[in-house]
């Protein structure tokens, strides 16, 4: 009898010690060599999770992980998201992670050639869950258009350019909310001030930033475009810049040409006067600073590319300069 109970003891305590340590590999053993990134969308199974993991790192055991799943219902829970899995994961916080979001965040960076409304919804798309025709759909809505600045028409006020840590499963509105609140950040009561002292709003800053942006890629200059804007606005000139025009047309013109200047549209700086009623693009940070801190130089009123066709441009206070400049240009062309 004695026997018997020392075996049955003996038993139980294998029985415990394999169900404890079950829990602590389970639970306290990782069971990944390596790192992932991947994203889980809403028809991925479990079987998928563990497919996509298998390409990116080593499962030290699959079966335990296929268990932890079937016992945590992963299939039933599994959230849609962007996750990361590495060699301190465990299966349990896996599958827990799957089962309740626990997302890592994103980068979305919000620069660069963001001229159309294409182009920010492709944007969007390659970096978010939301994909592009969403996102076109919903510029069309201009009831949230409006809530942002923007219309459907040119939704750019509504975006502020920017890295912004956000859930890959965000939504279109939750970017924008984004948006608003870096703008706001940004215009500090300084900057409205130095917006103010060139006589301009916030809003307007942006819209002449973004003119800025069309003309130049070259930091240094900046400031002197802005300049030479600033000048022609405080004297009633037209601003006559190329960027709008280009607007004008989807920027699917290779070449601005006499014939373009006369589009009939409040972009088209050639024919209208002051600003355009809102941004021709998503200027960068560096843009909407250079027209607020400008370097107006001796009063320079026009500028053209440099003969030297290294991507800077001359500048010039008179019309006779700028045209002596403007054949210079051209005959280096040719």
């Not at 499963?169 to 609140?181: F, I, P």
């Not at 890629?217 to 030479?228: F, H, L, T």
Request: proline letters at 6%; one cysteine or more.
């Amino acid at each position: 009898m004695k026997k018997i109970i020392v075996a049955l003891a003996g038993l139980l305590c294998l029985v415990a010690g394999l169900i404890a340590y079950n829990w602590l590999r389970d639970n306290k053993m990782p069971n990944f060599y390596g790192k992932a990134e991947f994203n889980v969308s809403p028809s991925d199974t479990p079987d998928d999770v563990i497919a996509t993991l298998g390409k990116s790192l080593k499962i030290l055991s699959e079966r335990r992980l296929r268990k932890v799943f079937e016992e945590k219902q992963v299939a039933s829970y599994i959230k849609p998201g962007h996750y990361t899995v590495n060699s301190t994961c465990t299966s349990v916080y896996v599958a827990r992670m799957l089962n309740n979001g626990w997302q890592t965040p994103v980068s979305l960076t919000l620069s660069g050639s963001l001229r159309t409304k294409e182009e920010i919804a492709r944007k969007i798309s390659r970096q978010l869950q939301i994909d592009s025709a969403s996102i076109m759909h919903s510029f069309k809505d201009a009831a949230l258009m409006a809530e942002y600045g923007a219309t459907p028409e040119n939704v750019f006020p509504a975006f502020f350019p920017s890295t912004y840590s956000i859930y890959w499963t965000a939504s279109l509105r939750d970017l924008l909310d984004r948006c608003r609140k870096a703008s706001d950040a940004f215009w500090t009561a300084e900057n409205k001030a130095a917006a103010a002292r060139q006589g301009l709003t916030p809003a307007q800053a942006v819209v002449l930033a973004s003119i800025v942006k069309g003309e130049s890629n070259y930091q240094p200059e900046y400031p002197k475009i802005a300049g030479v804007y600033l000048n022609r606005l405080k004297r009633g000139m037209l601003l006559q810049a190329d960027p709008t025009v280009a607007y004008c047309y989807d920027y699917e013109l290779k070449r601005v040409l006499y014939r373009h200047l006369e589009f009939d549209s409040p972009y088209n700086t050639y024919k209208y006067a002051g600003l355009p009623p809102g941004p021709i693009n998503v200027p960068e940070k560096e843009y909407i600073q250079a027209v607020l801190s400008p370097d107006l130089g001796p009063g320079n009123l026009y500028f053209c590319a440099s003969p030297e066709l290294n991507g800077t441009h001359v500048f010039a206070r008179t019309l006779e300069q700028h045209n002596r400049n403007a054949r210079a240009f051209q005959n280096s062309v040719n």
